[in-house]
């Protein structure tokens, strides 16, 4: 059975950067969208970002669009997603979703589109 497996979370202090991963295992992330959302106590999934498996396409939500990037590398299994410029707004868990069809779409923002999902990597930013 297909695993989702982040890692790369940390404490950051404002204004800093970070990468977070997600690897695959048990099957692959091939040929699905992958996406991550973000999960806190105000707001159990907000979606941050989407990439197409068809064509690489990127999309990105409200909360983070301009700070962070996201990309994959298909022989690895592992989506990244680049953060820059974090304010201690964007603490909480991020979490890899993997997605029905191989395009984001205009509603990958809804967390019922996703099929599988990895346990979280703990994004703290704090001085």
């Known amino acids: 059975q297909l695993k989702l497996v982040e890692s790369g979370g940390g404490l950051v202090q404002p204004g800093g950067s970070l990468r977070i991963s997600c690897t695959a295992s048990g099957g692959t992330r091939e040929g699905r969208a992958m996406a991550w959302f973000r999960q806190t106590k105000e707001k159990a999934r907000d979606p941050i970002s989407c990439i197409s498996d068809s064509d690489g396409s990127q999309y990105y939500g409200d909360s983070m669009k301009g700070r962070v990037t996201i990309s994959r590398d298909n022989a690895e299994n592992t989506v990244y997603l680049q953060m820059t410029d974090l304010t201690p707004e964007d603490t909480g868990l991020y979490l890899c979703?993997?997605?029905?069809?191989?395009?984001?779409?205009?509603?990958?923002?809804?967390?019922?589109?996703?099929?599988?999902w990895g346990r979280g990597t703990q994004v703290t930013v704090s001085s």
């Open positions: 979703a993997r997605k029905w069809g191989a395009h984001c779409g205009d509603a990958w923002y809804h967390s019922s589109a996703y099929t599988n």
